[in-house]
Structure formats: C-alpha cells, structure tokens
Nanobody, 126 residues
C-alpha cells in the first residue's frame, strides 16, 4: 500500500490550497484517513482526520473553521481544503491511513496510523 500526496506549494497569507492523497493497493473504505504536518524545528502535529465508516471528522483547534477534510472512499483519496492560510500553517503536510475505525480519543495520535505518504510542502508567505 502506498499513499501519494500532492497539491502543496507557495501561497500568500489569506490564500487557499487543496491537498490530495491517493492510496494505491487499498481504498480504506472502512478505515480512517488523516493529515499531519511538521514545521521546521517542531514536532509533527495532527491537522485533521475523517472516518469513512461514519463520516466522523476531527480537526486541530488551530485549523478549525479554515480547513476541511474529505474523502472519496471509492478511490481511496483524502483531501484537505485549506483556506485563510496563515504563515504559521507553513509545514510539510503528510497523509496517513488506517484500515480500521480509529476511536475518537485516539484519532489525533500518529501511532494509530499504519500507512504514511511522503510529505508535500506548504509555504505561506508574502
């Protein structure tokens, strides 16, 4: 199973970007897919997740209301629509997936995910 992320780039503050991550070899139709990010000198942090089984979504407080996570379970793709971007959103964004349902209390934990894609750089700067 491989996850391929794309869509990163350079954007001005207040702008928007849409990240995509497509799985090959598995669709995760009953699983959980998520986005994490890591800025230089900082630890990896949770951004957003979506459970395909019940469409439950979760967001980090810092992105709530600005980012939207969605999935196409038929194709095994997870999207991250990012709006009102801020310089502090600058980071390498990575997608992650687990074949099974992840409980709410653990959905933000990187160790819950079995599959990871390579990162895509998002830079927010004027």
């Amino acid at each position: 199973v491989q996850l391929q992320a794309s869509g990163g780039g350079l954007v001005q503050p207040g702008g928007s970007l849409r990240l995509s991550c497509t799985a090959s070899g598995r669709t995760f139709s009953r699983g959980t897919m998520a986005w994490f990010r890591q800025a230089p000198g900082k630890e990896r942090e949770f951004v957003a997740a979506r459970r395909n089984s019940d469409r439950y979504t979760d967001y980090a407080t810092s992105v709530k209301g600005r980012f939207t996570v969605s999935t196409d379970s038929a194709s095994g793709t997870v999207y991250l629509q990012m709006s009102s971007l801020k310089p502090e959103d600058t980071a390498v964004y990575s997608c992650a997936a687990k074949s099974n349902h992840v409980i709410v209390s653990a959905i933000q934990l990187p160790r819950m995910y079995d599959y990871w894609g390579q990162g895509t750089q998002v830079t927010v700067s004027s």
